[in-house]
């Protein structure tokens, strides 16, 4: 089992910025890809962001690209989401996940999961 806890999410005016950050336990957390995924209000889980097991490959979601950035502290067993210029559309939960195989930005392949931090950006 790997336990995930999330941090960081608030309310924040637009064009603010939040670090979100995810301590995991439980098992060795470099054996495992993270992702990071929000839920808005009535709609879908979507992806947001994933980094590889060893910090060398990032994606993204196509509205994040240059505004987010994922990293990781395998030392730390931390993955970290620094959200920039955020726009109220990104009010949402954030959720990060993580997966024995490698990044995907497929929800349903995740083998663990976090309870998720809210994120509130005003206009």
């Known amino acids: 089992q790997v336990q995930l806890v999330e941090y960081g999410g608030g309310l924040v005016q637009a064009g603010g910025s939040l670090r979100l950050s995810c301590a995991a336990s439980g098992r060795t957390f470099s054996n495992y890809a993270m992702g990071w995924f929000r839920q808005a209000s009535g709609k879908e889980r979507e992806f947001v962001a994933a980094i590889s097991k060893s910090g060398l490959i990032t994606r993204y979601e196509d509205s994040t690209k240059g505004r987010f950035t994922i990293s990781r502290d395998n030392a730390e067993n931390t993955v970290y989401l620094q959200m920039n210029s955020l726009k109220p559309e990104d009010t949402a939960v954030y959720y990060c996940?993580?997966?024995?195989?490698?990044?995907?930005?497929?929800?349903?392949?995740?083998?663990?999961w976090g309870q998720g931090t809210q994120v509130t950006v005003s206009s």
């Open positions: 996940a993580a997966r024995f195989e490698g990044t995907s930005l497929d929800a349903n392949v995740y083998d663990y």
